[in-house]
């Protein structure tokens, strides 16, 4: 899911737009919506709305579109001598199919197995609150109202920037996100977010052990996301066998600076949490110290850096294993109109060609992509064009 929010800088007692907003919040702009369905997100009446349903569901019985489904790629069909990409290999229940293409393949194949489809991709930029529901809630939810109807559990969420962004070209754009939930791990009462986290029982129980049992479900998280990460991993073929898994180094923290901003995350929630809006229900932080982090002054910098390494988890927002850039940057792969270099007749569509990650989830950019590729394949092969961007 995607939502778009709005950071503000709050200056002289007035708020200065950076994106949309509805308040300011002391020198950052950052406010949560009253209504959940302000967020924005991939929803329709209430439930999801993938790429699939809204894009694939209403052209299903075109005759000129085939979906074929436990189909995996093998290779990219090229000739030598042209150097030219004619069609498409693929395995379907143990058998092998070609596909000829009349003018171009399109390969959207996402991220990871991008890379192990195409040659010579080397680098990559990194980049529950759960309750049974009651009666009432389900037939909330199938009127397409109620608390099941939240996008994925948030409840509201917000943009900011911290002072480590001064790096950043642009002045305005943030690299931290805040994400309230409607409940918090202390509420995991069925170990399912605990599974999902990593988290084992044993580290579970210390540390929300003491909290009275309506308190952990009664309570909510704030999660500082770094939708700017500076830190580069890297993604290697395995093998030259291309149903081996690549090679994944993730790199995380390798730039100092990125643990430091998660850092600033959770002091801005510090700041949210203190609010008049939050305090007209006490709200606090809950003070037992992460294990492995309790010789450190709780609330400190050190401690908090300490309680990040240890349960910091991705968004799985990674980019970049195609990245597009001009012929002479030896390490792109595709140029602006998402064509592979040195290869006719061969384009990338995906979040793999970004250079860097977004200030955003990547979803929407990626839904962008590809309408901008449609309208330049379109342009490519001298078809008319009504895309929203004439």
Not at 90 to 112: C, D, M, P, W
Not at 139 to 162: D, I, K, Q
Request: with cysteine.
């Amino acid at each position: 899911m995607i939502w778009v929010l709005i950071m503000l800088k709050y200056h002289r007692g007035q708020c200065h737009e950076y994106y949309k907003f509805n308040g300011c919040l002391d020198r950052y702009v950052s406010t949560f919506p009253r209504n959940p369905k302000e967020a924005q997100a991939t929803m329709r009446k209430g439930r999801r709305c993938s790429s699939s349903k809204a894009f694939l569901e209403p052209i299903r019985h075109r005759s000129n579109l085939k979906v074929t489904k436990y189909s995996t790629v093998n290779k990219i069909l090229i000739n030598p001598d042209t150097k030219t990409a004619y069609g498409v290999e693929f395995t379907k229940h143990n058998k092998r199919i070609q596909v000829l293409a009349l003018r171009e393949v399109i390969l959207s194949a996402g991220v990871y197995r991008i890379g192990t489809i195409v040659d010579g991709i080397w680098n990559w930029t990194k980049k529950a609150f759960i309750r049974t529901a009651s009666p009432v809630s389900a037939v909330s939810y199938m009127a397409g109202r109620g608390p099941l109807t939240l996008p994925g559990g948030a409840v509201g969420l917000a943009f900011a920037r911290s002072s480590l962004a001064s790096d950043d070209h642009s002045a305005t754009r943030p690299d931290i996100e805040l994400v309230m939930g409607g409940g918090s791990l202390a509420g995991d009462l069925l170990g399912i977010l605990r599974s999902l986290l990593g988290v084992t029982d044993q580290w579970y129980w210390k540390v929300y052990g003491s909290l009275p049992l309506n308190v952990r479900q009664n309570s909510f998280s704030i999660n500082p996301v770094l939708i700017r990460p500076r830190s580069v991993g890297r993604l290697k073929l395995r093998t030259a066998n291309f149903t081996d898994p690549p090679i994944i180094h993730m790199n995380y923290f390798h730039d100092p600076k990125d643990l430091k901003a998660l850092v600033h995350g959770i002091r801005l929630t510090q700041q949210v949490i203190g609010t008049s809006a939050f305090q007209r229900y006490a709200t606090r932080l809950h003070t037992t110290p992460f294990p492995g982090c309790e010789k450190l002054q709780f609330d400190s910098d050190q401690y908090w850096e300490c309680a990040i390494e240890q349960t910091s988890i991705t968004l799985d927002h990674q980019v970049g294993t195609c990245k597009m850039a001009a012929v002479d940057d030896k390490t792109g792969v595709v140029s602006p109109r998402l064509l592979v270099h040195n290869i006719r007749g061969l384009r990338v569509a995906d979040a793999s060609i970004m250079p860097r990650i977004p200030a955003a989830h990547t979803h929407a950019p990626v839904v962008m992509i590809a309408e901008k590729a449609a309208d330049i394949i379109k342009e490519d092969w001298g078809m008319r064009s009504n895309s929203i961007y004439d």
